[in-house]
């Protein structure tokens, strides 16, 4: 049996570094239905947690964009995307829960049928992938949308806010660039499902594909709210040694931050373990009770 004991306290990351860590794949479909801390195979505590999440932020999202619409300019800030992203996941997961309520075994069975699909290699495969799609795609966004999330906040208060004029901080600047990494933090402690650290290809991606929109949107002849030709001063493309500088950077910082959503879910697993999971020799005597009961005589 292999020894945890002595084990390097960084074997957990450096396990990370394989290639099938890339994969969306999971054995337990219901680690995305469901919350770390609950007891029972369903609950309605987490059904509600997970709705008052998703009406936290589609209550940020549509008050930001009635009153920050600005001619369409909304739609061309990073942390509108990321809100946005914040939105989409929440929700997401709020929809995932509720059928899992509702219906348990509906994932159970689609993972079931897609095994069985792929073993036998026939009969339309492609349908096989309809089940496992929904909870990777929930997967990939609710990684991604923390990472952004994080770096959001700390580019904006860091670099952005100094540089705006003096005033008072505004309900949108700390729904959108506070309570955004707040909840998706909270929330990183609260869902059962892993992180895995190969998955930072995917917000990696979103940011270079912002970091490209603003390139496109500036050749366009784009403007601001405000009538700048950039989106963000640090992106300004008439000074491409820092539009390029600051693109770079933030892609150190994503990578940073996958590194402590990793960490997060490892830290939420030694709380579990020590504070929540029942020792094996209950869950064993657990079984054997059972067991006796079953085989007792009429």
Avoid at 19 to 26: A, I, M, N
Avoid at 168 to 180: E, K, R, S, T
Avoid at 228 to 239: G, P, Q
Wanted: aromatic share 20%; with cysteine; net charge neutral.
């Amino acid at each position: 049996m292999r020894d945890t004991s002595s084990q390097c306290c960084c074997q957990p990351m450096l396990d990370e570094f394989q290639r099938s860590k890339f994969s969306l794949h999971h054995d337990e479909p219901g680690e995305f239905c469901r919350s770390q801390w609950q007891r029972g195979d369903r609950s309605i505590i987490w059904l509600i947690y997970r709705w008052i999440f998703a009406a936290f932020f589609a209550g940020g999202v549509l008050g930001s964009l009635i009153q920050h619409f600005n001619e369409g300019t909304w739609f061309i800030y990073l942390t509108d995307w990321g809100f946005v992203l914040c939105f989409y996941a929440c929700t997401y997961g709020a929809v995932v829960a509720t059928i899992y309520f509702i219906r348990p075994s509906y994932f159970g069975k689609q993972f079931v049928y897609l095994k069985m699909q792929r073993a036998v290699n026939k009969y339309s495969p492609h349908i096989a992938e309809s089940g496992s799609w929904a909870l990777k795609i929930y997967w990939a966004s609710h990684f991604t949308t923390t990472v952004l999330a994080l770096m959001i906040t700390l580019v904006f208060w860091a670099a952005l806010y100094p540089s705006m004029s003096d005033g008072p901080v505004g309900l949108y600047n700390l729904w959108a660039h506070a309570f955004n990494s707040i909840c998706m933090v909270i929330d990183c402690f609260m869902v059962a499902f892993p992180t895995q650290l190969m998955h930072f290809i995917y917000p990696l991606v979103v940011g270079l594909i912002y970091g490209l929109f603003s390139l496109i949107y500036f050749w366009a002849g784009g403007t601001d709210y405000a009538g700048n030709r950039f989106i963000y001063f640090i992106l300004d493309w008439e000074d491409p040694g820092l539009a390029i500088g600051s693109v770079c950077g933030c892609i150190v910082l994503a990578l940073l931050f996958c590194v402590m959503v990793f960490w997060i879910y490892r830290f939420r697993l030694w709380i579990y373990q020590r504070c929540v999971k029942p020792p094996a020799t209950e869950i064993m005597q657990t079984r054997a009770a059972d067991s006796s009961q079953k085989v007792q005589p009429v």
